[in-house]
């Protein structure tokens, strides 16, 4: 109502957020290409740490990935799981990097693609770590603890997401 673009933008980025953990795929969708349309005739670039602290444009290909996959558009999602990570290395900011690294984790979970989550899972431990962000890498123990289990014995891996989730909390 205000007329800010701004404002807009960030209203989209809530609802496409809320709309997936509810499960309405279709409605998370239609806010985050909203939100990129809208970012798309702004310059948002410099306010990716006002807002969650990660660019809205790296989340909304992100979320769109996650939407995409849900309802079957494998390549899709894939093609926007490269965008999310495109444009968060572009940004070069923290919060994004970790962000669309987060994200990406849980698309190749859902693709079910065993080793490029340990891959990403080892490497994301090691960013978080290195930019001393505890509870991200504590949230990385957790993703590769979680397909541990395909590798080696299944108390291996429980015995990683216990440790996760133990320095998260």
């Given at each position: 109502?205000?007329?800010?673009?701004?404002?807009?933008?960030?209203?989209?980025h809530c609802n496409w957020a809320a709309a997936y953990f509810v499960g309405d795929f279709r409605t998370?969708?239609?806010?985050?290409?909203?939100?990129?349309?809208?970012?798309?005739?702004?310059?948002?670039?410099?306010?990716?740490?006002?807002?969650?602290?990660?660019?809205?444009?790296?989340?909304?290909?992100?979320?769109?990935?996650?939407?995409?996959?849900?309802?079957?558009?494998t390549q899709a999602a894939l093609a926007q799981e490269h965008l999310s990570m495109e444009w968060a290395?572009?940004?070069?900011?923290?919060?994004?990097?970790?962000?669309?690294?987060?994200?990406?984790?849980?698309?190749?979970?859902?693709?079910?693609?065993?080793?490029?989550?340990?891959?990403?899972?080892?490497?994301?431990?090691?960013?978080?770590?290195?930019?001393?962000?505890?509870?991200?890498?504590?949230?990385?123990?957790?993703?590769?603890?979680?397909?541990?289990?395909?590798?080696?014995?299944?108390?291996?891996?429980?015995?990683?997401?216990?440790?996760?989730?133990?320095?998260?909390?």
């Open positions: 109502a205000q007329g800010d673009a701004e404002v807009h933008l960030q209203a989209h998370s969708r239609a806010h985050a290409e909203q939100g990129l349309e809208l970012y798309a005739a702004h310059d948002f670039t410099g306010n990716a740490s006002f807002y969650g602290n990660h660019d809205p444009k790296v989340c909304a290909h992100g979320e769109l990935a996650q939407v995409l996959w849900m309802q079957g558009r290395g572009k940004l070069a900011h923290l919060g994004s990097l970790v962000h669309a690294r987060d994200m990406r984790l849980l698309h190749r979970i859902y693709r079910r693609e065993f080793a490029a989550v340990l891959s990403d899972a080892t490497e994301f431990i090691a960013f978080t770590a290195e930019h001393g962000l505890a509870d991200h890498r504590a949230k990385g123990l957790v993703f590769r603890g979680h397909f541990s289990p395909r590798r080696s014995a299944p108390g291996a891996g429980r015995a990683r997401i216990a440790g996760g989730n133990s320095e998260q909390w």
